[in-house]
Every structure is written in C-alpha cells, then in structure tokens.
C-alpha cells in the first residue's frame, strides 16, 4: 500500500497519493519526481515518461501552492476589498479597475486574488490570502490592515487614499473633478443643490472625511464659495454607492425637500437617481438636472445621457498593478501618482428654470 503523510487525505477519504509513492513505483528517487514537474530537461526521456506515467496511474499531482509558500512566492496579486463581494460586484466601477489589474497580471504572469472582508473584518482576512503582494482599495496609510501588511512585510500599494512618503499609491484629481461638477450646475443658475455622496461609514464621526471623499467635498466647497455659498446652503446625503441606495435616496429627499439638481459622487448613484426621478414623473433635465462622477460605460448609453465626471479607472487599475510589481521586485522607490479627471457634459444638465 502506497505510504502516505499523516492526514493527508482527499476528498473521498482516501490518503492522498506522495511523491514518495510515485518515485517508489518508478523506481526513482524523490528528487527525480521533484525534476519531473518542475525541471524535466535534467531528466532523460525514458525516466522523466516512467514517473509521469506513475504520478498519472496514483492521481498525484505536484502541491504548487505549497512549493510556492515554500519558496516565497505565490505568482499572485491580491486585491484588498472594503467590501464584501456582493456589494462590491453592484458597482461597475469595479469591474472596470480589475479589467486594469488584470491586464498588467496577464502580462506579468500573474494570478489575481480578490480579498474581501473575512467575517466583516479587512484584517482577519490577511493572513488567509496567498499572495506576493496587495493592492489596497479604500484605506488610508494609518489604518490597522496598513499596519498589519508592513509588519508582514507584504509589499501593497495603496488606491484612492492620501499620498504618504514612503508609501506607493494611486489617486486621481477627485478636487479638481467635483469642483467641475458642482461649478457646471451653479453655471446653469441651480441653488437648490442636493449632494448625493458615497456613504464615508463610522469613521466619519471620528475623523471627519478623508481620502476621495475628503478631496471631492474640497473640491464642491470651493465652487460653492466662488458662488458666494457653503456646504451649508446645499443638501449632503449620505448612502452606500449601489444603484438601489440612490434610488431610494432620492426618493426620499425628493419628497421632502427637492432639488433642482443632483450632483452624485459616484455613476451608480447617479444611475439610481435618474431612476427614481423617472418613477416620479421627473424629467432629467428639464426638471431635475443630474451629474455622476466615473464616467461608466453605460454613463454614455443611458437616456439622457449622462453628465459626469471621467476618471481613467482602468488605467487606475493598470498603474496600481505595475507599481505593485515593481515593488514585490524591490524596484520601488515609494512614487505617487495622481491621474487626471475631465467633466463630460452630456444631455443630463440643464438650465435651472426661471424662479428655482
């Protein structure tokens, strides 16, 4: 009978067939079964075909996870989620930023390995990614999960958080974009402005704004100063970025107190708002003029089209990834890099009508 390592065993219950028991059948050693998997040129036809076709007969087949560990490397790059998965999947946004991680993975001979929270904890889920290193979505450089990585010594680059020295990140001009946002409605005469954002969670009582969604309110608070007005003099609403949440949200403050136009922080959240004004009987932008902030694919294909401001998410996701793999081969030399945004000006906006 086959020897086998204690409590090896497969899924049927049966012992798992070894190395060891594949070199016993051929009648090679054990590092001759390693040279058949890994370097078959140091082996001669003959022998390297005899322990194939033993490994084939028993069903083994080489742990690759396991020599990787061994080795110190897994060939994978993980993707670090503030969310679960089914949250995250909601939001297009996403699918485009993996479509740029994963390019640069398939070019570098890479897996990919999305990491959600594990059991509502970012940091519980560290220790169970196999992974050369972590692009980190959402967090800033003083969180616990930052912490965490630097004291594993786990190479990560940070995206959508506040350029620190000594850390790799990613950004885009999000000041620049909602200033753009904001400006483009006060241009068109609305004052009865609702600000539909990205829910910033618990941490905001504590801290305050902070990453994207701290630059985005800079951004809207300078365009409203130019005009002579605050953040005071317009309606913030706070929800998590799904379609349904904007949907619901503006049904609600439509309701009891409404706006001539909505400036959403996110293109779902727009997209939800244009629902929601339509279940109403609103016309956008006749009667309600609504701006996103992305600049989705389907931002462009909706009816109307929507006014929104275009941040380059899968180039994000392309720069983010190059700059971890310059990091896990110790190239790194901490750079940030700050990506551009551009209003789009579609047929969502209009001009306030006369006495709103």
């Known amino acids: 009978m086959p020897a086998t390592r204690p409590g090896a065993t497969a899924s049927d219950g049966k012992a798992r067939p070894t190395a060891n028991d594949v070199a016993k059948i051929a009648g090679v050693s054990r590092s001759a079964v390693s040279f058949a998997f890994n370097s078959p040129e140091k082996l001669s036809t003959a022998t390297r075909d005899r322990i194939l076709a033993a490994a084939k007969e028993l069903g083994y087949a080489p742990n690759t996870l396991a020599r990787m560990l061994k080795a110190g490397q897994t060939q994978s790059l993980g993707v670090l989620l503030p969310q679960n998965l089914a949250r995250i999947m909601e939001n297009p946004y996403y699918s485009r930023f993996l479509t740029g991680v994963g390019q640069v ?42 912490a965490e ?24 001009d999000d000041e620049g974009g909602a200033y753009d946002a ?36 800079a951004g809207a608070t300078r365009a409203l100063e130019e005009a002579g007005l605050s953040l005071a003099d317009i309606e913030i609403v706070e929800v998590p970025a799904t379609r349904m949440d904007g949907f619901r949200a503006t049904k609600e403050f439509m309701a009891t107190r409404p706006a001539t136009a909505i400036v959403a922080m996110s293109d779902i959240l727009a997209f939800g708002a244009v629902d929601a004004l339509h279940d109403l009987g609103l016309q956008v932008p006749r009667d309600v003029s609504v701006t996103g902030y992305d600049d989705l694919p389907d931002a462009s294909w909706m009816r109307p089209r929507l006014t929104t401001v275009r941040q380059a998410i899968t180039t994000k996701g392309r720069t983010a990834a190059d700059l971890l793999c310059s990091t896990i081969r110790g190239e790194d030399q901490h750079p940030h890099q700050m990506l551009g945004t551009h209003l789009i000006v579609r047929d969502s906006t209009a001009h306030a009508a006369s006495g709103t």
């Open 149 to 172: 990585l630097r004291r594993r010594g786990i190479p990560f680059v940070l995206v959508d958080s506040s350029p620190h020295e000594g850390v790799s990140s990613v950004d885009v």
């Open 182 to 217: 904001v400006r483009h409605v006060l241009d068109l005469d609305h004052r009865r402005i609702t600000l539909l954002s990205i829910d910033p969670g618990p941490e905001r009582a504590e801290r305050g704004y902070r990453g994207p969604l701290e630059r985005r309110m």
């Open 105 to 146: 993975c398939d070019e570098q001979g890479y897996t990919l390995l999305l990491t959600p929270p594990l059991r509502d904890s970012m940091l519980k889920a560290i220790p169970y990614a196999a992974v050369d290193g972590f692009i980190v979505c959402g967090l800033e450089h003083d969180r616990g999960e930052v």
